[in-house]
């Protein structure tokens, strides 16, 4: 952190700690449905939805080998983009990374038609219980798409938004050099895993 002649204050998010992500799932199969915990521009907000929500189509003949587990390829559209996933009925737990889920086994690959993807890279076995949401009070109930569009309309407008409430920030982005450039816009269509709330 650096305060300014003028008595801004610049923070180096290239200098960690940093935390990357305010994004929490529970999967509830009793009440067949997911929460979805997250940080939409100022404010953490939740949202549930079914399960049903997402369906897959099985591509028995297309398989591939990831931490020496035989995995199974699935197709699924969801909130805007293709997904690819690839499942072992070696885990039959119907589980995999963010919101994917609800296939006959652990998925250890995804990847979709927008550039988002996710690969195992180790499984561990642990007897610790899954505990609530930590601070679960702070979170008030979102609609999903409206809350994706606060979250985009802030990070556009984040620098007039904190100075209008009082603060005097200035934000900006640098090149590999050091230099200050101008922030790129964020883009829901290119930037968001679930881009939908941007298509009519």
Request: with cysteine; proline share 6%.
């Amino acid at each position: 952190m650096t305060v300014e002649p003028n008595g801004s204050v610049s923070f180096d998010m290239r200098k960690g700690p940093t935390k990357p992500t305010n994004s929490y799932v529970f999967t509830d199969l009793a009440q067949d449905c997911l929460t979805h915990y997250n940080k939409f521009g100022e404010d953490n907000g939740f949202y549930t939805e079914p399960l049903s929500e997402m369906q897959w189509t099985i591509v028995e003949d297309s398989t591939t080998t990831v931490l020496g587990y035989e995995c199974i390829m699935a197709e699924s559209d969801y909130h805007g983009l293709h997904w690819k996933a690839w499942f072992t009925p070696e885990l039959p737990m119907p589980f995999g990374p963010w919101k994917l889920h609800g296939l006959p086994g652990l998925i250890l690959k995804a990847e979709t038609n927008g550039g988002f993807s996710f690969m195992a890279t180790g499984l561990e076995h642990t007897d610790r219980i899954m505990t609530p949401m930590y601070m679960q009070g702070d979170y008030s109930k979102v609609d999903r798409k409206e809350a994706l569009k606060n979250a985009e309309y802030f990070a556009n407008n984040e620098e007039s938004i904190l100075n209008a409430q009082g603060q005097n920030v200035k934000i900006y982005s640098t090149d590999d050099e050091g230099n200050r450039i101008e922030t790129p816009k964020y883009d829901g269509l290119k930037h968001n895993i679930e881009p939908d709330y941007k298509i009519k």
